[in-house]
């Protein structure tokens, strides 16, 4: 009982802190959705019926499309607790060979949060189909491709609330004063959209606690006016929930009331804000922030305007400003403006997200991200990508000038998205809850059908404005095609050219060249086999550092990986070469922090892989000649007994534990044990004491005492920088993507060494060429 209580108690926090990251785009929708409908022909049809006819619309899509859809079944189709497109493509990825990542090894299954299942329902017609998508590439890129233009979708959005939700609520202005000038308006909303990107780089953990009281009153507030404005103009607005005032609508509307549906749409912006940002609560907290909170606050509002509308049709233009009373309009006017600044800080943050989870699946180009440990709810924050949306923003706020314009370009997006992620979650309820195909079926079409109504007729407002959507879409669409063909083409390039262990082994222990005192960090995105620059190198340098350390970094497809389950450490060549593979494992929500220890933790585990290779308890994995072993170090024992990200989510989010890897259960079991005597170690640099050391045999010292000199000797870095032409019988289509676009993008993206922390001091650069 006691138990139940707390996490009621927790869930009712959680749905009062999701407020300030979920609920703020949609909450400021009603500021414009009303002028965005009666627009062009139908502001013509002035009567009560229509009124009516667009209110119940607006309910009905808030019902259907926000209520149903996305309360009820979206925030079920989670992936240990996040949300997105990503998150649902890492889950059809985990449950079908529908990736086109080439860095997969199977050892990846067996992290605790891979959640993986196999298909037990035996639907004949689900198992044709999956087959169908696994044996075709094609229509794996097709998956692939959806999920980015979601992905760009979700870009676009970034750039059109911060500029739709400040100018309309700027437009206030105009409203209580009709000689405000339009220019002071568009210089006022851009004087708050620079100020608002420009303060990104601080962080918000200073002011985060005063977001959702700020957007909990701005609810509470347009609440209460539509109350009032139910009372004071036209009580029977009630009536308009029957679906009959719909036909009503059309009926006497037409083509006029289908071109509104445009407008309509916008009552459900912020909706995919609502699923990207569920990693940050969960669904339990937003169910009851949305339907006790949010959606009945926001009907009321609907329900408020419409009854002014019916009786003051000259304020269309303006009816949420105009339907405050004189007494209240400066403080519903301060109100607005600071609920529409944190619904940009909202859309803001989760644009950053997304491009994070891009750049861990290879689908976007290299950037700097900045994640401080004062920041609140894994806050980051990308410089790259805050100063294109501040410009992108502020361009189209004076291209456009006027909030009609910007909301058909906004409601395209809005709905476009809310397709894709539709077509999305019909792909996960067959292959990853494992449904009846019927059911996939029958979610397709209900909800399908309706937003294809809504999306056809967004289509009519491209040449009014709404072609900004599909041009700002389809650019971030390109630049995540391209950089995901090049890298893969640099990947495979890599892989083809790697060379054999023969020659390799060939060379001796000594490799052929002089051996010196330190360290060599090899950075290499291959995660089996020696890449080619490692004899480029040799054939330039006469000498390399006495261990040599391969180290991958790559992403996983499962939101976050515990510190425990990072590092997999390995043996190239016999023990006398002193070489060795890490590969350190990222979840595409973890953040790769600016850890000076980096190589401590590296040189522990590797020391600790030793030790369990003379024991006897280092398994191979498929793919490698020598055995890899799961190797959690001190310092990550440390990590991962404090606050981080990972443990904070796993205070709210389940993990199913994969029951098929008896053997890493083992060894996660003898780690358990000796965890508490690791803990006790001396954090000085030595790996055990003289008196731990010696029981171990001769050889297992040998190789212990060898790997600390060469950590006192120091570190040598060593990263390939590729240039990449096409072959000369390629067609003019790959001439352009890689000689042009992917060569653009890697000139002007962040280094590797930059994004990985390298010190530029102890770098050694390899220049290749790759003719692929």
């Known amino acids: 009982m006691v138990e139940n209580k707390n996490q009621g108690k927790h869930v009712l926090l959680l749905a ?3 407020f300030r990251l979920v609920h703020g785009d949609l909450s400021t929708s009603p500021l414009y959705v009303y002028i965005s409908t009666f627009t062009g022909r139908l502001y013509n049809h002035q009567t009560e019926d229509v009124v009516f006819g667009v209110f119940s619309l607006i309910f009905w899509t808030l019902t259907i499309l926000l209520l149903f859809k996305y309360v009820l079944f979206m925030l079920t189709a989670d992936d240990n607790g996040e949300g997105g497109p990503f998150a649902l493509y890492s889950l059809l990825c985990r449950h079908g060979k529908f990736s086109l990542l080439s860095n997969y090894q199977a050892v990846d299954e067996e992290i605790t949060s891979y959640q993986i299942s196999r298909d037990t329902s035996g639907n004949v017609s689900t198992s044709q189909f999956k087959r169908f998508i696994e044996q075709h590439k094609s229509m794996k ?8 233009f979601g992905a760009s979708l979700l870009l676009c959005d970034g750039v059109l609330t911060p500029a ?6 700027v437009e206030g202005l105009r409203a209580h004063d009709s000689s405000f000038q339009s220019g002071w308006i568009v210089f006022i909303s851009c004087a708050i959209l620079v100020g608002l990107f420009a303060m990104q780089h601080r962080g918000t953990f200073r002011v985060a606690f005063l977001f959702a009281p700020i957007v909990l009153l701005w609810l509470l507030v347009i609440a209460a006016l539509g109350l009032y404005n139910v009372i004071k103009w036209n009580p029977k607005i009630y009536l308009a929930f029957s679906p009959v005032y719909i036909y009503k609508f059309f009926k006497e509307t037409g083509l006029d009331g289908w071109l509104s549906l445009g407008g309509i749409i916008l009552c459900i912006t912020g909706s995919g804000a609502m699923f990207t940002n569920l990693g940050h609560f969960t669904a339990a907290s937003i169910r009851v922030s949305f339907s006790f909170v949010v959606y009945p606050c926001l009907v009321l509002q609907y329900m408020g305007q419409a009854a002014y509308i019916t009786k003051n049709y000259s304020k269309i233009s303006s009816s949420f400003y105009s339907s405050v009373p004189d007494p209240f309009f400066w403080p519903v006017f301060v109100v607005a403006n600071l609920a529409a600044i944190i619904t940009c800080q909202a859309v803001i943050s989760s644009t950053f997200s997304i491009v994070k989870q891009c750049n861990a699946f290879s689908c976007f180009p290299r950037v700097k991200v900045v994640q401080k ?13 805050n100063w294109i949306l501040m410009i992108l923003s502020v361009i189209i706020l004076i291209g456009f000038q006027k909030t009609t314009l910007l909301a058909n370009a906004y409601g395209i997006a809005c709905i476009v998205d809310a397709f894709v992620t539709t077509l999305l979650v019909s792909l996960v309820i067959i292959f990853v809850r494992q449904k009846n195909f019927i059911y996939s079926v029958l979610f397709l079409l209900f909800f399908g059908s309706l937003e294809t109504i809504y999306l056809l007729s967004s289509f009519a407002k491209i040449p009014l404005g709404g072609w900004v959507s599909f041009v700002l879409s389809f650019f971030f669409l390109t630049i995540m095609l391209v950089w995901h063909y090049g890298t893969k083409r640099k990947y495979l390039y890599d892989l083809q050219n790697k060379l054999s262990m023969r020659w390799v082994l060939g060379l001796g222990p000594s490799l052929g060249i002089v051996r010196v005192p330190g360290i060599c960090l090899i950075y290499t995105e291959m995660v089996t086999g020696v890449p080619a620059l490692f004899s480029h190198f040799m054939t330039n340098v006469p000498a390399i550092q006495q261990v040599i350390i391969f180290i991958t970094v790559k992403s996983v497809p499962i939101p976050y990986v515990s510190p425990k389950e990072r590092y997999l450490i390995g043996r190239i ?5 002193r070489m060795y593979r890490c590969i350190v494992r990222y979840g595409y929500q973890d953040v790769h922090k600016d850890d000076d220890s980096f190589e401590n933790h590296l040189v522990l585990s590797i020391s600790e892989f030793i030790r369990l290779e003379a024991e006897g308890s280092v398994h191979g994995i498929p793919g490698e000649r020598f055995g890899m072993r799961l190797v959690m170090s001190e310092a990550a ?16 989010t389940t993990t199913v534990t994969n029951g098929k890897s008896a053997a890493l259960l083992k060894l996660q079991e003898s780690y358990e044990q000796e965890s508490a005597q690791l803990v006790q170690r001396k954090r000085n640099g030595t790996v055990r004491s003289s008196a731990q050391m010696n029981h171990l045999h001769p050889q297992v010292r040998d190789e212990l005492n060898e790997l600390m ?9 060593i990263m390939g920088y590729t240039h990449m032409k096409v072959k000369r019988n390629s067609t003019v289509m790959k001439k352009f993507v890689i000689d042009i676009a992917y060569s653009f993008l890697r000139k002007n993206c962040r280094a590797p060494a930059v994004t990985l922390s390298i010190p530029h001091i102890s770098l050694i650069g390899v220049g290749m060429n790759y003719h692929v």
């Open 16 to 18: 009062y802190q999701s």
């Open 141 to 148: 890129t097709c998956l692939l491709v959806m999920v980015l």
């Open 164 to 169: 739709i939700s400040v100018l309309a609520s």
């Open 373 to 385: 440990e004062r920041w609140m709810d894994d806050q980051i924050y990308i410089p790259e990508m």
């Open 573 to 577: 060549g016999p023990k006398t070469y």
């Open 637 to 652: 024992i440390g990590e991962s007994s404090g606050g981080n990200s990972y443990n904070r989510r796993l205070q709210k």
């Open 709 to 717: 000199e060469a950590r006192d000797g120091g570190l040598t870095y």
